[in-house]
């Protein structure tokens, strides 16, 4: 078939290339393998599938990595989608061709779309697939990468999905991998589908402009390279246009538009050795105007994904700023291609690779004690963000993310160093602690053997997940009966805050349920993990909200059918007093407890008090949870609502809402124009730009208070509403 020829020819033409000496009978056995496994299997366009595989294939031989990961990259989908076994794919090309498609087969079945729990194991199981072997991940970049150029063929959902995924995952990957050639068309190919509306507009200024580009970047590209001609400076300079999503993410960071940016020309300079990219830095900044603070080394200090050059940032004749970045041709292919281009399997492994993947282990180490939800974003972090360079007094490279602090400093260097940590210097002169830090900085780090251990605060200062994952180790380990208490305090405040509660914990049939939601064994391990920072209340009680208000209504049902009743069969004609009637006493006092407000509609449960009478209270009321115990059981009875009589109850009502002018006007507006009789309102502000409101009113019965609350929803800023409980 001819679309076959074109796309075997091709990966044929860029393997020769690419690996000059390859065994190409080896290379065409799997193609037939795969050709035959897949003849039955179509690409969503309608051709064979076998052209999916080929193209992943050719992308892997740019890369420049061996036979095995080619041949990987042919067979990589036929254990999930063929009758393929690992044992027959093993025996015909050999175990570490097999591993390395089951090892693309795993990552194929995960998904990075799905919940934050889901999502950190197949994060995991990434990093596990990198550890082991680095070339399972780089396929399956490649998979990404051809099966983004075919998006088209696609759903929208799909598009959608895929090119968040990929700009979540695959991007950031091949960035810290250091492929950033492999990382531009990924980004480029995303935002075409996630933002057609500027992707279209940032193609189309492009075009436009053209001509005036392409005029400026020769000029540019001429007067470096008669420069350097004649030094004698062998070298080689070409300009681009940076690619749409770095254009696109300037304007949307900086809010400008296309007119508004100038610095969107970068021009490289490849020369032959290191002492040549200093000499051609000089060069350049006597041709043009060097921009102040713009300057980065590279080649001294290499960026964690082995990248290197040198970067300075000038001005031109015509006064537009463009970037000039000057490297050798290893540094080079490195930009490209990253770890791929350092591939030295046939001698055993890649150069350095130990300490390449340094940080793979650090990622795998973190998830031990962190919450899904902040490892997915701090592992983000870790892996994607950009980083500052750091020193030890005896001029160690202390790489960290940006923005750290000597905290990070500190525990990058040993946790022992950071749980003794009491001071820091930098640059020779004594700092906060919470200072950020800038490339360069000489850190000294104070410690003092009488040091209590990191403080809570410093989880909220550090900006590294692996200080992060150290101090809540520390905390975990050290200090379980104080994080128990500060955990339980937490924990039930948020659980106060929302209106739950916190009688239900101790439910012998809900809190079992509850526990396995969480995903503790008891309710101290939970309030341990609080204590330390591994999870947050607000997580804990949003994970059983929902399991909580199912299991409060199911008890409602249940014990408002068995306490209302009985009374009512068996007190028919008996007197009702203010609206209650109370089993097998025809007439006592009546009051509502406070502490809950009950109007009918509620369950209720009555309580015999000494001389006033009985107090009625709400079956959920905290107050009312103490009822089974033996000194207490003999004071409650059962009461009921009485038939519907026009009289009203009060009640009350928390209201949670951010802070802004005119809000309790809005409020009162509202409860004026329901017509309903308000007796108190009051609020208060709180810490963070929130206020909450009391407000006690009267209504007739549970229908005209939901109305009401549904109402006060309706609000702007009002964010949750409660009965009131004191």
Request: glycine share 8%.
């Amino acid at each position: 078939m001819e679309s076959f020829a074109k796309y075997y020819g091709s990966m044929y033409q860029t393997v020769s290339r690419c690996l000059p000496g390859t065994d190409m009978e080896r290379i065409d056995r799997a193609v037939e393998y795969a050709r035959e496994k897949h003849k039955d299997q179509k690409r969503k366009d309608g051709s064979p599938y076998i052209i999916h595989p080929l193209a992943t294939a050719e992308i892997v031989a740019e890369m420049g990595l061996d036979a095995d990961a080619i041949l990987g990259a042919l067979l990589h989908d036929c254990i999930e989608d063929t009758d393929a076994s690992f044992d027959e794919i093993s025996k015909l090309f050999g175990p570490t061709t097999a591993q390395l498609v089951e090892g693309v087969t795993k990552l194929t079945r995960a998904n990075f779309s799905s919940s934050e729990e889901a999502q950190m194991e197949n994060l995991r199981k990434m990093f596990m697939a990198m550890s082991k072997d680095i070339r399972v991940v780089m396929i399956k970049i490649a998979d990404r990468l051809h099966n983004m150029r075919t998006m088209q063929y696609q759903t929208p959902e799909k598009q959608i999905s895929k090119c968040r995924e990929t700009m979540d995952i695959y991007a950031p990957l091949a960035h810290r991998l250091g492929m950033q050639k492999l990382k531009w068309e990924l980004e480029d190919i995303s935002l075409q589908y996630l933002d057609p509306g500027s992707y279209g507009e940032i193609l189309s200024y492009l075009s436009a402009h053209k001509e005036k580009d392409e005029a400026f970047m020769h000029t540019i590209d001429q007067n470096i390279s008669q420069r350097l001609s004649a030094m004698g400076i062998h070298s080689t300079v070409y300009g681009r246009i940076k690619h749409v999503y770095s254009i696109y993410r300037k304007m949307t960071t900086q809010g400008k538009t296309m007119d508004e940016l100038y610095d969107i020309y970068a021009f490289r300079v490849v020369v032959d050795t290191i002492p040549d990219c200093y000499n051609v830095l000089g060069h350049v900044h006597d041709l043009f105007n060097p921009v102040p603070g713009r300057f980065k080394d590279y080649i001294s200090t290499p960026k964690p994904n082995m990248y290197q050059s040198l970067h300075t940032t000038v001005i031109g004749t015509q006064g537009i700023p463009f970037e000039v970045q000057i490297r050798t041709w290893d540094m080079h292919e490195t930009a490209e291609y990253g770890i791929a281009a350092h591939w030295k399997y046939k001698q055993g492994a890649g150069d350095g690779s130990e300490k390449d993947f340094e940080w793979v282990r650090r990622l795998l180490e973190s998830q031990q004690d962190t919450d899904a939800e902040d490892y997915v974003s701090s592992m983000k972090i870790d892996m994607f963000d950009d980083e500052v360079f750091t020193f030890t007094p005896k001029g160690k490279i202390v790489p960290l993310p940006a923005g750290a602090t000597p905290i990070d400093f500190a525990y990058a260097i040993h946790s022992g160093v950071g749980n003794s940590l009491v001071g820091a210097k930098v640059n020779g002169r004594i700092c906060n602690i919470d200072s950020a830090l800038q490339n360069g900085d000489i850190v000294e780090i104070i410690t003092s053997k009488a040091a209590k251990g990191p403080s809570r605060d410093w989880l909220n200062i550090c900006q590294s997940n692996q200080a992060r994952t150290k101090i809540k180790q520390w905390f975990k380990k050290e200090k379980r009966d104080e994080n128990i208490v500060h955990g339980r305090a937490s924990f039930e405040g948020e659980m106060r805050r929302v209106g739950l509660p916190l009688s239900i914990t101790v439910d012998p049939e809900v809190s079992p349920q509850l526990l396995k939601k969480l995903g503790f064994d008891t309710w101290e391990d939970m309030y341990a993990a609080i204590g330390y920072g591994g999870l947050t209340a607000v997580k804990a009680v949003g994970k059983v909200r929902d399991d909580i208000n199912r299991a409060l209504k199911l008890q409602n049902q249940e014990q408002r059918s068995f306490l209302n009743t009985k009374p009512d069969t068996a007190v028919k004609g008996r007197h009702s007093v203010n609206g209650v009637i109370v089993e097998d006493i025809d007439s006592c006092m009546i009051k509502f407890a406070k502490c809950c407000t009950p109007v009918p509609g509620d369950g209720i449960i009555g309580f015999i008090t000494k001389g006033f009478g009985v107090s009625v209270h709400r079956i959920d009321c905290p107050n009312a949870q103490n009822r089974d115990e033996p000194h207490q059981a003999p004071r409650w009875v059962r009461v009921c609502w009485a038939d519907a009589e026009d009289q009203p109850f009060e009640t009350t009502l928390e209201i949670d809402c951010i802070t802004r002018d005119g809000l309790l006007l809005d409020v009162a507006t509202m409860m004026t124009t329901a017509r309903v009789r308000v007796k108190e309102i009051n609020g208060k502000d709180l810490p963070g730009g929130r206020s909450v409101f009391t407000v006690r009113f009267e209504v007739k019965d549970l229908g005209e208070l939901d109305a009401i609350r549904n109402k006060l929803l309706n609000i702007r800023d009002i964010t949750g509403i409660r009965r009131g409980q004191n």
